[in-house]
């Protein structure tokens, strides 16, 4: 039963237990970080729940790659913790289909931060693994405090990359953990393409994005040539944010879009 407990010191883990609490008390927190754990090892699962959920994250569990792929997509967490023996296929398969997803077919997100449990403990498996873009692993048998440690690492490099975090630009604001956007404080409701779309753009405001640069980013590498597929939900995005004489998604004839013209800016 070494999964059952931290082989860390006692004392950090207690540390980590009273800060969040203390934060969640002073109203810092109003809602705990998602946490995903696909962990089909039942003791391990409910360790790293009661241990996240402690340290003030909310944590979800699923017991296979398919419990959690379908987490992924209606709930929307902030990080997952991914061991790789599961009964239904291999956890670096899941891995694959969230950095290949297009954020709409499959309703993932790509950057979704993932950290490997596993105890394939091989240079060669830790290698394997990052080179299907996991962003840290970890090797069973593992202590709790480290794994918090990397943790919340991942979640403030997370928090920083931008197209991460919430956006504000003029009267536009974008939370893409939320899939939201508001002009004015008004919701506006976009498609998945086009939320990506406005996300992709979003993140440097001004810059101008190819039309393959933007068909890559946004549609995958598969339909390269829709060129038109672009340029409709370009032009159903412009007429959802004209909202009160804005004037976003800027058509840059024979190039690409950019999100604003340089004097749009407020
Ligand atoms: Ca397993």
Not at 40 to 66: C, I, K, M
Not at 70 to 96: H, K, N, T, V, Y
Not at 256 to 264: A, E, F, M, N
Request: proline share 6%.
């Amino acid at each position: 039963m070494w999964e059952s407990f931290p082989t860390g010191p006692l004392k950090p883990m207690l540390q980590g237990v009273i800060g969040p609490r203390l934060a969640a008390l002073g109203g810092m927190r109003p809602s705990p970080p998602l946490i995903l754990i696909v962990e089909d090892h039942a003791v391990t699962r409910r360790f790293l729940a009661d241990n996240l959920a402690a340290d003030g994250y909310e944590p979800l569990e699923a017991q296979s790659a398919g419990d959690g792929r379908r987490l992924m997509s209606s709930r929307a967490p902030e990080l997952a913790i991914i061991d790789l023996g599961l009964p239904d296929r291999d956890g670096l398969e899941l891995l694959r289909e969230v950095r290949d997803d297009d954020e709409v077919a499959g309703r993932l997100d790509p950057r979704l931060p993932i950290l490997i449990l596993s105890g394939r403990a091989t240079e060669l498996d830790r290698i394997r693994g990052f080179e299907r873009g996991c962003d840290d692993y970890l090797v069973k048998p593992f202590s709790y405090a480290e794994l918090r440690g990397r943790v919340r690492a991942l979640l403030r490099r997370a928090r920083t990359t931008p197209g991460s975090g919430r956006l504000r630009i003029g009267s536009l604001e974008l939370d893409p953990l939320a899939r939201e956007v508001r002009i004015d404080g008004e919701q506006v409701a976009l498609s998945k393409k086009e939320f990506a779309l406005l996300r992709a753009l979003a993140v440097q405001p001004t810059r101008v994005f190819t039309r393959e640069e933007l068909l890559r980013g946004v549609w995958g590498y598969q339909s390269l040539c829709a060129t038109r597929t672009l340029d409709s939900h370009a032009s159903r995005l412009r007429k959802k944010l004209n909202v009160g004489g804005n004037a976003f998604v800027v058509n840059v004839w024979g190039i690409g879009y950019r999100l604003i013209d340089g004097s749009v800016t407020e």
